[in-house]
């Protein structure tokens, strides 16, 4: 299956961006969706993910509260809402899809993954 993340950009600390993943080449209800991050010199980190009917979702404490992952399997798309955003929410963000990542969690599950959107907040 192949990724395509959009909606990345530059937004004030507060502020609020949503990123896209289109899916194609696959069964788009076969696969668990997520995201991942990663900020220069720092590791790739889990974001959140979305189970295969859209009713279950998954987030790093770091993101509680403040992300929503959801997803239209109509439009074979998941999306990733981003508010009050922080300085340190700025990293290279990543879709990913898997059908039965072992654990939601860990970067090695996914054996899917886009080519990543820059989200840069400034303060």
């Known amino acids: 299956v192949q990724l395509v993340e959009a909606g990345g950009g530059t937004v004030q600390a507060g502020g609020s961006l949503r990123l896209s993943c289109a899916a194609s080449?696959?069964?788009?209800?076969?696969?668990?969706m997520g995201w991942f991050r990663q900020a220069p010199g720092k590791e790739r980190e889990f974001v959140g993910a979305?189970?295969?009917?859209?009713?279950?979702?998954h987030y790093a404490d770091s993101v509680k509260g403040r992300f929503t992952i959801s997803r239209d399997n109509a439009e074979n798309t998941a999306y990733l809402q981003m508010d009050l955003l922080k300085p340190e929410d700025a990293a290279v963000y990543y879709c990913?899809?898997?059908?039965?990542?072992?654990?939601?969690?860990?970067?090695?599950?996914?054996?899917?993954w886009g080519q990543g959107t820059q989200v840069t907040v400034s303060s």
């Open positions: 990913v899809a898997d059908e039965d990542p072992p654990a939601i969690a860990g970067r090695w599950s996914y054996d899917y």
């Open positions: 080449g696959g069964i788009f209800t076969k696969y668990v």
């Open positions: 979305i189970m295969w009917n859209g009713g279950d979702t």
